[in-house]
């Protein structure tokens, strides 16, 4: 292990990017848990910090790296630990990229319950760190939900453990969920057990269009009471119908409203019928192995490489109101309308300035009803004025708390998550 | 003021009265025994007083005071609590939130409920019914706990099977902590940034503070649903038959298994039609959209035959309001009141296996029995591989005591040696505080430890509970007599 200075941030390349225009002193990638917990040692000695690193999709997630230091690659940590198939469970290594879990999954014909997007890359630790999940959330829940146990190595050079490897177990307190989301600051992620389902036997997405949002609304309403149970409801503008669903034939130029019902063969039949004679229009239906592509690029949308996204939860009241409320043509979005997210990517050029007031009328309109938006993708340098995690909640006191507790010498990713910078 | 109390917590009685009215507050003997235990009542302790609050405000004034006077304090809820979780250790005040009882909003559209910390349970199932929409945690204890205790305990019940626990379904809380200010953790929309503190909380057991509010999430209600009655000449082959379902890829809403000796019971207690000489029955749901659910049905009978099981009643339905339905779940969770007429005392156990391992736990619970010559009924959520032994054993004989402690504690060794938990649902408590060091390493212990400390510094709120902090651990003499769920 090469421990050098750790008093300036080293030029590019250094020893890899660390995200927001950042390089690591050093790089290392330890094969055994013994060897990270030697690692985060040696980097707490040398009065550096560590950044912990999977398949770096998410780098530039957050608020920049606060302090020189090293980037920790998890990607040599990526085996099976234990797959019951049977109990629906898995414990995996962090630094597994989710395609490799995936496809043991696929043996079993089981699958993961939340999505992923650049599984190839991106690993277990990284999307449990940064809870990312698409549209099926709405029907199979978010990472929070999957998780029932977790390792990390603190920022003492011990790996914990908290919860474990049944479905149901109260005994200490849910870790598992703590580090769901707190993007590394915590600790280092090695292992995770997640539950597990089978893989439904059939899937349709239907989509209708729009030529404003609103009528779609009362469309997502009218699913608290009708009898299809979707995984999943999206609405996408006119711009991400576009990019989305130009290959699959999605319209662009309209609003499209897209159901998506997974079950048994018989029961999406129904669901399908169903859905057709409540909403009494026609419409039109990806099926099975040709639904694929388009649930693939429900997932992705937020991993487009746009300069400027925006990551917004509301009521899913709110959501038709505040998609008309955007400026048409600066935004693409996509919503999880079941769930009250929306997921706006910058369309063209911005300025600072520009984008700063976009962001703020938006950031208005969620703040309203109880929501919040956060930035997910900016310039670095935009990063102060856009307020990337949006206005100071009043439980990031708790959270400070316990960050000083688990990491007193901020260590673990210093400076990125919420409520630190 | 009354001679009775602590003389070191007169002056706090009396702020306390002046506060929140004399009404609001006991503190003489005699009312004070009713909150000497909750549902574990192997251990026992006093609080010195326990107040009545009704609104945050007052809640924040007592948990300040209680900081002015150095005395320790309590949450508690409806006192159903199988692992002592509300015992006033150091005695001290004890908070009851059951005058806070209000249902604040539902809001079935944004698919959220915010509820006060004493409501029940079924008040918010009652509340909703109609509205498409539910409360999915659904504790056998269902018409007394609340939802505050709920989530202190992070409930589970037999259809948290596929809806998930008390934390899948909690967006938020408001927390008076040990400090006595008012934290909203979370909110009525599904994410927020930064850490998961609803996730930390939930399932704390009053470690961290006093929940006063909850913003509950709600599910759609299912389309439809089949309830089957199946029918094992004995144990094993029931468990083998929970075991073949689930590797099937089926995942029922709800997967309960009712022994003999529990079947007697509810036979004797109700008369609900259960066959008395089966060696066990399973109570298997399955829901969701209707065309689905003949398969569904159908694939489980064949998994059931295939392990010498018959299908005894097959109940199809629409709401779960439905009289048929209704009677089987009402004999399942009225369980624990007929197990009076079995054994004079008895201890519910809580632990958990992965699902595969349940014919091999509970062949295992078997020798226990036979060796330990202490006889084990059993009803549980077979499809979480949650299990609910229930010791039978007489008080007042002493080696029995001894030997049904042996016995628990051999079986919930088994249940860590398989991979498992000391506790599903009904928590650590005072009860098993013990056995956590048998489930998580010094390292472990003490990550939660510093996280204890740092959200409930003076450790005066909820003191050795949850985890053993500060040489807590209680060695059991007793293996308790409590109801099960
Ligand atoms: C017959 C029977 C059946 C049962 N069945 C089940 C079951 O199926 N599933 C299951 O999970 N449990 C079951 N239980 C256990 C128990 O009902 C649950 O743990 C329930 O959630 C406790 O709620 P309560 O209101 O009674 O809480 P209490 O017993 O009053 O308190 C429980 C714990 O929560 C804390 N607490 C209570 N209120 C608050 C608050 N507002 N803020 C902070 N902390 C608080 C207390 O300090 C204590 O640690 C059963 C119990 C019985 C007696």
């Known amino acids: 292990m090469n421990v050098d200075d750790r008093s300036a941030w080293p030029d590019a390349p250094g020893a890899g990017p660390l995200g927001d225009g950042r390089y690591a002193a050093a790089v290392h990638r330890p094969t055994t848990v013994a060897e990270l917990c030697e690692v985060v040692k040696a980097e707490a000695a040398a009065g550096g910090a560590v950044y912990p690193q999977g398949g770096r999709t998410g780098l530039d997630f957050g608020l920049p790296p606060a302090r020189p230091g090293a980037a920790v690659d998890l990607t040599a940590l990526a085996d099976v630990v234990d797959y019951p198939h049977a109990d629906m469970t898995i414990t995996v290594r962090a630094g597994m990229t989710v395609a490799a879990l995936q496809a043991i999954l696929d043996e079993h014909n089981q699958r993961l319950l939340f999505e992923v997007p650049r599984a190839d890359r991106a690993t277990v630790g990284g999307a449990l760190a940064t809870g990312v999940c698409g549209p099926r959330r709405l029907g199979l829940g978010r990472p929070r939900d999957s998780i029932i146990g977790v390792s990390f190595v603190t920022a003492a050079g011990v790996e914990v453990k908290g919860g474990g490897r049944v479905v149901k177990n109260v005994a200490g307190y849910d870790f598992p969920k703590l580090l769901t989301g707190s993007l590394g600051s915590l600790g280092i992620i090695t292992q995770a057990t997640l539950k597990v389902r089978p893989r439904p036997a059939a899937s349709a997405l239907i989509w209708l269009t729009a030529d404003r949002p609103e009528p779609l609304d009362a469309r997502v309403a009218a699913f608290n009471t009708s009898s299809v149970r979707p995984t999943a409801i999206e609405i996408l503008d006119p711009s991400a119908s576009q990019a989305l669903g130009g290959p699959v034939g999605l319209k662009g130029g309209s609003w499209t409203l897209i159901v998506g019902v997974e079950d048994d063969a018989d029961s999406v039949a129904w669901q399908v019928d169903r859905f057709r004679r409540e909403a009494g229009v026609d419409f039109d239906v990806l099926r099975d192995e040709a639904s694929a592509p388009l649930w693939s690029a429900l997932a992705a949308f937020q991993a487009d490489d746009a300069p400027l996204a925006c990551t917004a939860s509301l009521r899913p009241s709110r959501i038709a109101a505040f998609l008309a409320g955007l400026r048409p043509g600066r935004w693409a979005s996509q919503a999880h309308a079941g769930n009250g997210v929306v997921r706006m990517r910058g369309l063209g050029e911005w300025t600072e300035g520009e984008a700063a007031e976009a962001v703020d009328a938006a950031r208005a309109a969620a703040v309203r009803d109880g929501g919040n938006l956060v930035v997910a993708r900016c310039p670095t340098a935009w990063k102060p004025r856009l307020r990337v995690w949006g206005e100071p909640r009043g439980d990031w006191a708790l959270g400070r708390k316990i960050k000083a507790a688990l990491d007193p010498n901020g260590l673990m990713n210093p400076g990125r998550f919420a409520g630190e910078g | ?485």
């Not at chain 2, 902590?177 to 939930?202: A, H, S, W, Y």
């Not at chain 2, 399973?282 to 065309?291: K, R, S, T, W």
């Not at chain 2, 339905?325 to 009141?337: E, L, P, Q």
């Not at chain 2, 229930?390 to 991979?419: M, N, T, W, Y």
């Open chain 2, 1 to 485: 003021m009354t001679a009775t109390a602590a003389p070191t917590t007169i002056p706090l009685v009396r702020e306390l009265a002046a506060l929140l009215g004399e009404d609001g507050v006991l503190h003489r003997r005699d009312e004070l025994v009713v909150y000497e235990c909750d549902g574990y009542v192997i251990e026992k302790a006093v609080p010195d007083v326990v107040v009545f609050p009704t609104s945050t405000e007052q809640v924040v004034e007592v948990v300040k005071l209680c900081n002015q006077h150095d005395v320790p304090f309590v949450p508690r809820g409806a006192g159903t609590s199988l692992a002592g979780g509300t015992l006033p250790i150091g005695g001290g005040v004890m908070i009851s939130l059951t005058r806070m009882k209000r249902i604040v909003e539902i809001n079935a559209r944004d698919r959220y409920a915010i509820v006060e910390a004493g409501v029940v349970n079924v008040w918010l199932t009652r509340a909703l019914a109609g509205t498409g929409v539910h409360f999915a945690p659904d504790p056998s204890s269902q018409t007394a706990c609340t939802i505050g205790g709920n989530v202190a305990t992070n409930a589970g019940g037999p259809h948290t099977l596929k809806y998930g626990v008390t934390i899948n379904h909690v967006r938020g809380v408001e927390l008076v902590t040990p400090e006595g200010e008012v934290v909203q953790i979370g909110g009525v929309v599904e994410d927020q940034p930064g850490f998961d503190l609803t996730g930390l909380l939930v399932g704390s057991e009053g470690t961290f503070g006093i929940v006063t509010k909850v913003i509950v999430g709600l599910c759609r209600d299912p389309e439809a649903g089949r309830t089957l009655l199946a029918v094992f000449p004995t144990v094993e082959d029931s468990v083998e038959a929970v075991s073949g379902i689930v590797a099937a890829g089926i995942v029922p809403a709800a997967l309960e298994m009712i022994d003999n000796l529990m079947i007697r019971a509810v036979e004797a207690a109700f008369h609900f039609g259960f066959p008395v000489e089966a060696g066990a029955v399973l109570i298997i749901e399955v829901d969701g959209v209707d065309a689905a659910l003949d398969h569904e049905a159908q694939a489980i009978s064949e998994i059931v035959q295939a392990h010498g099981g018959t299908i005894d009643k097959a109940i199809g339905w629409r709401t779960r309001e439905e009289p048929e339905y209704k009677a089987i779940w009402k004999a399942r969770k009225m369980a624990f009141g007929a197990i009076g007429r079995v054994s004079p005392t008895f201890c519910t156990q809580d632990g958990v296996v992965p699902r595969t391992a349940l014919p091999h736990i509970l062949r295992f619970m078997e020798g226990v029995s036979e060796r330990t010559n202490i006889r084990i009924a059993n009803v549980f959520h077979a499809g979480d591989g949650n299990l609910h032994p229930i010791i039978l054993f007489d008080e007042q004989d002493p080696d029995q005591v001894k030997r049904a402690l042996q016995a628990s504690h051999e079986i919930l060794d088994e249940c860590i040696r398989l991979g498992g938990s000391v506790t599903g649902e009904h928590g650590i408590g005072v009860e098993k505080l013990a056995m956590m060091p048998k489930l998580f390493t010094p390292d472990d212990l003490a990550a939660m430890t510093a996280v204890h400390d740092a959200l409930n510094p003076d450790n005066r709120c909820s003191p050795a509970k949850k985890i053993p902090v500060g040489g807590h651990c209680i060695e059991r003499t007793s293996p308790g007599r409590r109801a099960p769920a």
